[in-house]
């Protein structure tokens, strides 16, 4: 659905940006957009994306402190 959603947003902006369509269709497009992220279906995915992030946030943090600590061993090693 991401990647669905970035396309959508990616054609929005070049359509914007590149129309000659005037402040209207800007006008509409934009009132589209705000309508799309303000929905259920979006609202929701951003908040469990939000709840993915604060539960997994310390499980990455500890893998890249070792991560880093294993490269420091090896740049001393040399």
């Known amino acids: 659905m991401g990647s669905k959603l970035a396309l959508l947003a990616g054609a ?3 359509y914007v ?7 209207g269709r800007y006008e509409e497009i ?9 929905s259920d279906p979006v609202q929701s995915k ?5 709840e993915t992030v ?5 499980k990455v943090a500890d893998k890249v402190s070792e991560a ?4 420091g061993s090896k740049v001393k090693s040399r």
């Open 12 to 14: 929005a902006i070049g």
């Open 17 to 23: 940006l590149g129309a000659k369509a005037g402040r």
């Open 30 to 38: 934009k009132g589209r957009a705000t309508e799309t992220w303000s």
């Open 46 to 50: 951003i908040v469990t994306a939000k």
């Open 54 to 58: 604060k539960t997994r946030a310390p």
């Open 68 to 71: 880093a600590k294993a490269a």
